[in-house]
Structure formats: structure tokens, C-alpha cells
């Protein structure tokens, strides 16, 4: 037999995009999360890996992290006894530039849900544009009713058993669900503890040591920035449209914050407890009090009818998606909109919606918000304005200089207008109809594919 024949029979032996798939399937039976956000990318980039065939074998890479790290952390609670959380560190893929991404600390966290969300941090912070690569990292440690010292001891432990792990040319962790300022500082704290290095292994720091301005606002206002794009194209704009807004965290409330500031009227917050409506929408100062009541008192949102506001309602329960309005932004978790609340939404006449958590609908609701024919952004692109700022924290601090908060929020606007840009031309280049999910998905994954295959097979 020639060697051509040899070879061309090895191609045609190769396994298929859905082999490849399945496989990892067979392997990690007990991971949904992570597998419905395969399913996800994996539906989209099919017309590239038409294309270019020889990158299934680099999608069969993608999805095995480059490392898993899961770890015991024992720490003492106010009455002296031992607690014992899980701790894990997913580095997904360094392809691009350092492991980066979010630690969340929520008793959901498991390794299906870490995977997910390191597998979407890998096509997001390659829109960016920016040397980042991808992890994500966490604990099934719940904040809630816990005090401040015990929060302190239990990330004390945390970062004692991740600090090898981590450094600025390496992982470079943040905050995501129940990591905010105050989690960052004690990490970090710990971090230079133990290491005697100030060099910036964490993002999300505060501004007066070594953060960036706008980062903790980054996120929320770079999904506004996005959004703004997709409803301009459609000669619409956020001027006195009513939007409802999911969360009442870093990401919901920052939105809400740029929403209002461009004129908008944002109805509703929520938390895992039930929804508030504010008919006319909430005024600065009411968006002020909940967010003491959650950053500083960290109570409930229904506080916001009981000691607030006489307007609003609050349903236990609820969700945001039950209420009228023009443009729709979930900013609380995954999964939280599905198929029949998408549904209501198309009836209700919404227009858009532009997710700012990650992987907030679910398959059946995209499939319902294309089927209303609605404007859709998906929140790996929405929402990477969070891990764009990450990566100018992560300049500054290796150039040991402070940019102002004017210049940071400029960069910012121009990675939300970069990220939207290549969706928008990656979905012309495969003819898809303006499907900003797909271009989007390609054009990240074509980054990181070609990273990949220029470092050779490891
Ligand atoms: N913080 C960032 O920079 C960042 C960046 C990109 C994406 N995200 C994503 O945005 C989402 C929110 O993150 P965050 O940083 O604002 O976290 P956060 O902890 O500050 O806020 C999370 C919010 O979601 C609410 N929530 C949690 N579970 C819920 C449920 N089952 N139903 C309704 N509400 C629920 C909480 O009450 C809280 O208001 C997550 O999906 C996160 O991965 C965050």
C-alpha cells in the first residue's frame, strides 16, 4: 500500500466532531453543566470545523482541562468547630496566555459546574483579544450567614492550599458568584502571606491595592456597552425602555447602574428568594439602597419593598421574566431562564435579551428567543467586559502603573466594540444570518484553535 493511501485512510479513520463529543460524554457521564455548554459551542463552530476539518482533533484537546486541582479546606467556624468545603482550581486552557477566571463560592459548586464555566472562559477571554488564558476555581462554601471572620479563616484555608498553584505568568483567579471585594482581599491577603509577593496573582483587587478602577463595575456596565451595539443596529436605544434585570450581584447591579444612567427604566432586581417590581423603574437612590442592603448589610431583596419603596412588589419566588418590558438581561446564574419563560417573554413583546451570567438560558430558551425572532447576546461574549478589565489589571500591575478611570473605561468600550465587531463579521463569514451566538462561539474558538496548533500537540 502507498504511503498517500495510508495516510488518506488514517484521515478518513479519525473520529467525527459527535464521536469526539460522545466520547468525552462516555467519560464524565455525571457533568450536565459542562456538557450542555459543550453541546452549545460545539452546535455553533460546526461550519468552521467543515472548513477546516483538522481541528476536531483540537476540539477533542479542548475539552480535557489542561489541570485539574481538587483539595480539602478545614477551617474553624466562630464556635470553634472544624469545618471541611471542597476546594478546586479547573486550568482549561493556557493556549493564549495564563489560567483566568473566577473562583465561585456557592454549595452548588461541583466539578461538572467549573468545567462549564472554565470551558466558556476559554472562547470568552479570546474575544477579548487580550494574552489570557482560561481556568476557573472554587468551593461548595456558602457565604451566606456566615460572619466576617469566618469568612476570613475559611479563605485563609482556601488560598493555603492554592497559592503553588497560582502567580501572574501562570493563574491569575477572581471573584464570580459569592467572590466579591471583601472575599478578594482575604485571598489575596493570604496570598502574600504565604508567597511574600505582591505581584498581582489576583484580579479584582481594590483600587488602592493594586486593583483596577472599573473593575468591580466591568462587568455589568461592559454588558450594557455590548447590548447598546445590538439594539442601535436595530435604530432602537435604551432611552425610557423598561428592562428587567435578574441578580441583585456585582453583575445585576452595575448593569442597573449604566441602564439607568443612559435612561432606562430597570423594573426589576431578584435574588434566590423571589423578584422585586418596580413599575416606573428604580431611581439612583433606590439602586443605592440595595446595594448596601446586599454588598454591606448582605439581606434579602424583598427589604427593598419592606423598608424602601411603597411602588414595588415582591414575589417569593418570582422571576423577573413573569413582568412586561422592552429588553431582558439575566445577571443571576445558569439555567435560570427556560424554555416557558422564555415563551412569556416573546409574548410579552420583549425585544432582546442580552445575558450578563454565564449560560443564564437554557437551550430550549435560546431556541425559543430565536424562534420570537428577539435580539439575543450570549453571555460569553455580554459579559466578558468583566475578565477585559481583569486583563488590564493584570497590565497595570506588570507595568506598575494606575490608569485613570476614564482610560480604563475607554479600553473597555473598545473590547465590548471589538467582541461584538468579530461576532457580527464572524457570523457574516459563514453566511449565518447575523446569529451572534455562532459568530461569536467561532470566532473564540478559531483563537484558540490556532494557538493551539501553532504550540504543537501537548
Ligand atoms: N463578577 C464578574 O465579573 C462576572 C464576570 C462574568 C460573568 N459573571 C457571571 O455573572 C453571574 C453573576 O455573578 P456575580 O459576580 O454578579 O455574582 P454575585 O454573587 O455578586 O451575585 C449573584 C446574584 O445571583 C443571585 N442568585 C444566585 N442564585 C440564584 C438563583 N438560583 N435564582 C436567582 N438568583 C440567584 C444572587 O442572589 C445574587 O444576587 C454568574 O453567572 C457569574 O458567573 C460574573
Redesign the pocket.
Known sequence: MSTSSSKAEEATSKPSVDEVVEAAKQRDPDQPEFFQAVDEVVASVKPLLKERPELVDVLARMLEPERVLHFRVAWQDDDGRTEINRGFRVVMNTACGPGKG?LRFHPSVDLSTLKF?AFEQTFKNALTGLPLGAAKGGSDFNPRGRSDDEVMRFCQAFMSALYTEIGPDTDVPA????V?AREIGFLYGQYKRLTRRADGAMTGKGSNWGGSLVRPEA?GYGLVYFARHIVADADESFDGAKCLV???????LHAAAKLISLGAKVVTL???SGVIHEPDGLTEDGLAFITELKTVRRGRIKEYTEEFSESAEYVEGGKPWQFAGDYAFP????N?LDGDDAAALVDAGVRGVFE???MPCTAEAIEAIKSGSLMYSPGKAS?AG??GVSGLEMAQNAGHVFWDEEEVDSKLQSIMEDIYTAAKDTADRFDLGGDLQAGANIAGFERVADAMVAQGVW
Do not use: F, M, P
Not at 471573584?175 to 459569592?178: L, Q, R, S
Not at 445577571?331 to 445558569?334: I, L, N, R, S, V
Open positions: 473566577g464555566l471573584g464570580d458568584i459569592g466579591g462587568t435578574s441578580g441583585s450581584g456585582n453583575v445585576a431578584s435574588d434566590s445577571c443571576a446564574t445558569q435560570e450578563g451570567a454565564n459579559n468583566g475578565v
